[in-house]
């Protein structure tokens, strides 16, 4: 199942645990990237909470957390070549896998095309 939120982060969900990343929209906003610095796995977070940071040459932005839950695995490829994420954001650059704790909250985020409206 594929969702989205309306902080342009895209998750994979498989079971309890979501793929978590930036959409094609939110790359192209910021630009060619230059560091992105990811959440350790067994951090838990909360929705909304800041869960990474990238760096473009544009500016600033954190990643939030979609949904409650607890890193259980993050994508060292893009920390150690940030320009994966501008190159295939909704693919191999994922940010993290975050075990939900609530499977089911993931009902309410939005579906893609919803997703395609907002940013229309």
Do not use: R
């Not at 930036?22 to 909304?48: N, R, Y």
């Not at 295939?88 to 499977?103: T, V």
């Amino acid at each position: 199942m594929l969702k989205f939120t309306e902080e342009h982060e895209w998750l994979k969900i498989d079971g309890d645990v979501a793929t978590v990343g930036i959409t094609e929209h939110a790359a192209g906003q910021l630009g060619d990237l230059v560091f992105v610095e990811l959440p350790e796995a067994g951090s838990t977070f909360s929705k909304g909470d800041t869960a990474a940071t990238v760096e473009s040459v544009k500016a600033a932005s954190d990643v939030y957390c979609p949904l409650d839950g607890e890193i259980v695995e993050a994508n060292q490829a893009i920390v150690d070549d940030p320009s994966l994420v501008n190159s295939d954001p909704q693919g191999a650059a994922w940010f993290f896998k975050l075990k939900l704790a609530d499977p089911d909250a993931a009902k309410a985020l939005l579906d893609e095309a919803a997703y395609k409206e907002l940013v229309a």
